[in-house]
C-alpha cells in the first residue's frame, strides 16, 4: 500500500486530517518499520486497541444480556475477540490492503496472515480511540461485529459443547449424555469414525479423525438441536 491511500482510510473511519499519524502508527508494521529506519510501528497501538475493544465489547454484552451470569459473558466475549474472529472481521474490510508492511513479509503474504490481521484491527482501534474517542471507537466496533454475529449468545453452544450437553442432560433429566462408537474405518494413517450421543429419547451422530473429534461433533449437533428449540438456553439460563 502507498502512504497516500492513508487518508482514505482516514476519511472512511471519520479520523480527522490533523490525527492522521495516529492512523499511520496504527496501520504501520514492524517489519516496514525496519526497513524505513522508523521508531515506532504498530505494537504499541494494537496493545491499546486490545484494551479498548475489552471494553466496548464488555458493555455490549452485558446491556444486551441482562440476564446471562458473568462466565457466559465471559466466554462470548472471548469468543468475539478471539484471533480469528478479529482476523475474519479485518478481511472483512479489507484493512489488510492499507497495512504498511515490509517488501519481504509481502511477499509472503504476510498481510493477510491471521495474527498481523488480528493485530491491525486492534491498532486501528486505538488510533481511532486516541483520535476520536471511546463512543466514537464503539459505533465502529459493534457494527463491526453484528453484521458477523447477529445473535453472540448462539455462540455458547459451540463452546465445549460436550461440557455444555451434559450440562444440559444434568438439568433436564438428571443424567449424562451416552457415546457409543458407531464405526471406525479407513487406513491407519487416516482413521475416521463415528460416534452416536444419545440422551433421553434424542441421539445424534457425529464423524471426526479421532473418537474425540466425533463425540464433539455428535454433541454439537445435539446442542444446535435443542438450542434452535429454545430449550437449551432456557433451562441453563433457569439454573
Request: hydrophobic share 40%; net charge neutral; glycine share 6%.
Amino acid at each position: 500500500m502507498s502512504i497516500e491511500k492513508i487518508p482514505v482510510l482516514g476519511r472512511i473511519l471519520g479520523i480527522a486530517q490533523k490525527d492522521l499519524p495516529l492512523l499511520k502508527e496504527a496501520l504501520t508494521h514492524r517489519t516496514y518499520a525496519v526497513e524505513h529506519h522508523l521508531n515506532y510501528d504498530n505494537q504499541r497501538m494494537e496493545f491499546l486497541g486490545d484494551a479498548v475493544l475489552e471494553i466496548v465489547l464488555t458493555e455490549y454484552l452485558f446491556r444486551r444480556y441482562p440476564d446471562l451470569p458473568e462466565g457466559d459473558l465471559t466466554k462470548i466475549r472471548s469468543a468475539l475477540s478471539c484471533e480469528e474472529t478479529l482476523a475474519k472481521i479485518a478481511r472483512k474490510m479489507e484493512l489488510g490492503s492499507y497495512l504498511l508492511i515490509g517488501n519481504g513479509e509481502k511477499e509472503c503474504g504476510g498481510n493477510d496472515r491471521d495474527s498481523t490481521l488480528c493485530d491491525l484491527f486492534e491498532a486501528v482501534i486505538g488510533a481511532l480511540y486516541l483520535a476520536c474517542g471511546m463512543e466514537h471507537a464503539g459505533k465502529f466496533i459493534v457494527p463491526a461485529f453484528e453484521v458477523e454475529f447477529a445473535e453472540p449468545q448462539e455462540l455458547l453452544n459451540t463452546l465445549n459443547p460436550k461440557g455444555r450437553l451434559q450440562e444440559f442432560s444434568q438439568s433436564r433429566w438428571h443424567r449424562t449424555p451416552l457415546y457409543k462408537l458407531f464405526s471406525a474405518k479407513g487406513p491407519q494413517h487416516a482413521p475416521w469414525y463415528e460416534v452416536e450421543v444419545a440422551v433421553a429419547n434424542y441421539s445424534a451422530i457425529g464423524a471426526g479423525n479421532s473418537r474425540k473429534n466425533a463425540e464433539i461433533q455428535a454433541a454439537a449437533k445435539l446442542v444446535r438441536y435443542f438450542a434452535h428449540r429454545n430449550r437449551l438456553n432456557a433451562v441453563l439460563n433457569a439454573k
